[in-house]
């Protein structure tokens, strides 16, 4: 299947401070890409929706000048967790979409703030 | 948006065959059905996925029956490595994308 990198796998980081985290799709392009928070135990949710070029849809709920999304190219897309605290803490996971309704996930952002 | 239903939990036991049923009562015409496997502090991986009646491939297989309101993925001879959490996925097109929103996901144990 195709493959989604995402980096880092892991950062711990001061309060206040801010984090990004990469993912690419290494052998599609991902026209439309997509962000996930994840707490232990807990099933994935969606954060936010975005297309190559055009502005992220967030979802209700989720601050978008705190999770900034860049989605500059089909292959590259960034979350930028601004000014992160403590409950920021989670696991992040992106994947991309192919075209058809089949996602490929990154292997996900442990993120601590301290 | 097509809401899951999934089991929270099941337990197996080394090279049995598992059964997990997903409901999805209000699929849409064009909506697939897709189920993922997660291991813990890793992204989901792709199993299968399918619009109707029966697809198989090289892990699993997964049953629609006719009136696609419901699905039933089928783990053969399960191992320890199988261990994971489950989760079915109804693929929702709005506003021109496609939004696959997560259930709660079946956590299969599978016990030696």
């Known amino acids: ?13 001061k309060s206040g401070t801010s984090v990004k985290i990469e993912c690419r799709s290494l052998d599609f392009q991902a026209t439309t890409m997509f962000w996930y928070r994840q707490f232990p135990k807990q ?53 991309g979409r192919t075209g058809s309704e089949k996602l490929f996930f990154g292997s996900g952002t442990q993120l601590s703030v301290l | 948006l097509a809401k899951t239903t999934q089991p929270i939990s099941m337990d197996s036991y080394e090279g049995q065959e598992v059964n997990i049923t997903c409901s999805h009562n209000n699929i849409a015409t064009n909506d697939y059905i897709t189920w993922y496997q997660q291991f813990p502090s890793q992204g989901p991986r792709f199993i299968i996925q399918g619009y109707k009646t029966k697809v198989t491939n090289e892990v699993a297989s997964l049953f629609i029956p006719a009136d696609r309101k419901s699905s039933t993925l089928s783990l053969p001879r399960v191992s320890l ?32």
């Open chain 1, 43 to 95: 099933s994935l949710m969606l954060m936010a929706t975005s297309n190559e070029g055009s502005k992220a849809t967030y979802e209700q709920g989720v601050e978008k000048d705190k999770f900034l999304i860049n989605h500059a190219s089909l292959t590259l897309s960034t979350l930028t967790v601004t000014s992160a605290h403590p409950e920021d803490s989670s696991f992040y996971i992106c994947s």
């Open chain 1, 1 to 13: 299947g195709a493959v989604v990198s995402q980096h880092p796998s892991w950062v711990i980081c």
């Open chain 2, 81 to 112: 490595s199988d261990t994971a959490v489950y989760y079915c996925l109804v693929a929702s097109r709005e506003d021109s994308s496609y939004k696959l929103i997560f259930g709660s996901g079946t956590r299969l144990l599978v016990r030696p």
